[in-house]
């Protein structure tokens, strides 16, 4: 079983960085998406970036600008680079990779990491 092991979180000040790695223990093929997601208590998991197989990025609005997501597709790594934190960024921040199951009834799944806390408070 696929595993996505998540390095990287902790807590910082306001307007610090931090970075969040992600790795899979075994290879994933057809590999759709590789993101990242935020969950804080009472609420959805949120989409915060997101970098498709083209290399085709999308942020949430909230974290534009200041945060970066990359891959390295010879280790199907994913990172997320945040700068500038604000305590809204709070949460429990999840990898993600979608798959494209070969089964065109199926369509598409997900992996999840077991998320990272991310505290930025003063």
């Known amino acids: 079983q696929v595993q996505l092991v998540e390095t990287g979180g902790g807590s910082v000040q306001p307007g610090g960085s931090l970075g969040l790695s992600c790795a899979p223990t075994e290879t994933i093929n057809n590999i759709l998406a590789m993101g990242w997601y935020r969950q804080v208590p009472g609420k959805q998991r949120e989409l915060v970036a997101v970098?498709?197989?083209?290399?085709?990025?999308n942020y949430a609005d909230a974290v534009q600008g200041r945060f970066t997501i990359s891959r390295d597709s010879t280790t199907i790594s994913v990172y997320l680079q945040m700068k500038n934190l604000k305590p809204e960024d709070t949460g429990v921040y999840y990898c993600n990779v979608r798959y494209y199951s070969g089964s065109y009834s199926v369509g598409s799944l997900d992996y999840w990491g077991q998320g990272t806390q991310v505290t930025v408070s003063s």
């Open positions: 970098v498709a197989r083209d290399g085709t990025t």
